[in-house]
């Protein structure tokens, strides 16, 4: 069971990447699922949520430019990054309520890397 994060990389600024969050040996249950990020010397701090009933939040920092989505028949979450600054350069998390009966409950993912040159 877990969460495996990928689709990281090294862009320009005002470039594109879209981050994958995808779940093998269960699948995503009725809570939230998102995104955290920690750059270099700062704390992780959350980027985007969605619900389980799809609505979603961002941190201000990325507002209008980020868009978190989830696809249930892949068991995977999404976070499409467009207009990317070298401010957004961290190690990218996700987490998602994993079903697993009894093991039932939020997990995280491993770290992708972003890193955005000026």
């Known amino acids: 069971v877990q969460l495996q994060a990928y689709g990281g990389g090294l862009v320009r600024a005002r470039e594109s990447l879209r981050l994958s969050c995808a779940a093998s040996g269960s699948t995503f249950g009725s809570g939230a699922s998102g995104w955290y990020r920690q750059a270099p010397g700062k704390q992780r701090e959350s980027v985007a949520l969605?619900?389980?009933?799809?609505?979603?939040t961002y941190a201000d920092s990325v507002k209008g430019r980020f868009t978190i989505s989830r696809d249930n028949a892949k068991n995977t979450v999404y976070l499409q990054m467009d207009g990317l600054k070298p401010d957004d350069t961290a190690v990218y998390y996700c987490?998602?309520?994993?079903?697993?009966?009894?093991?039932?409950?939020?997990?995280w993912g491993q770290g992708t890397l972003v890193t955005v040159s000026s």
């Open positions: 969605i619900s389980s009933g799809g609505s979603t």
């Open positions: 987490y998602g309520y994993l079903r697993l009966g009894a093991r039932s409950g939020y997990y």
